[in-house]
C-alpha cells in the first residue's frame, strides 16, 4: 500500500505522481516487487491529459471515466478531438471496493475531520483507524 497525505483544501489528483512513485506491489514468489500495476482505476477527477499521458507512459491501463465537459469538447471538434479513450465499466465496479475502504476511514471522528495539524501524527491516525477496522473485520467468512 502506497499513501501521500496532501492538505486538506488541495486536490488529489496533484498527488498522483508521487504516489505512483511510492507504489510496490508485492510478488508472490522470489523477486523485487512490481512498481507498475496492471491497471487503475479512478474516479472522474483523475481524467486529466497529464494523468493518462503518464499511464501511458508506463504501460498501466487506465479505467476512468471521461468528464462530460471533455467528451463535449472532444465531439465538437469533430473529426480532429480523436478517440474517446478506452472505459471497461464492468472492471469500474471494483473501484466500489476502494470507495467502501474510505467510507469506513472516515467514519474515525478524527479521520473524517482531520484534526491533527502535523502530517505523521495524521498518519499514525489513519493507521490506527485501519488496525481497529482490520480487527473488526472477519479473518475469513464461512459459506
Not at 505522481?17 to 510478488?27: Q, T
Not at 471496493?97 to 467510507?103: M, P
Amino acid at each position: 500500500m502506497a499513501r501521500v497525505t496532501t492538505a486538506g483544501q488541495r486536490h488529489d489528483s496533484l498527488a498522483f505522481e508521487p504516489l505512483m512513485g511510492r507504489l510496490r506491489i508485492a510478488r508472490s514468489g522470489p523477486g523485487r516487487a512490481r512498481t507498475r500495476p496492471g491497471r487503475l482505476l479512478a474516479d472522474k477527477a483523475y481524467s486529466t491529459k497529464k494523468i493518462r499521458a503518464h499511464l501511458r507512459r508506463r504501460g498501466i491501463t487506465a479505467t476512468i471515466p471521461e468528464k462530460t465537459d471533455q467528451i463535449a469538447a472532444r465531439l465538437k471538434r469533430g473529426s480532429r478531438g480523436g478517440r474517446p479513450p478506452a472505459f471497461d465499466p464492468n472492471a469500474y465496479t471494483d473501484r466500489n471496493t476502494t470507495e467502501r475502504a474510505f467510507n469506513k476511514l472516515k467514519a474515525f471522528r478524527a479521520v473524517a475531520m482531520r484534526t491533527d495539524k502535523r502530517d505523521y501524527i495524521f498518519r499514525g491516525t489513519i493507521d490506527v483507524a485501519s488496525i481497529k477496522i482490520w480487527l473488526r473485520s472477519p479473518a475469513h467468512e464461512d459459506p
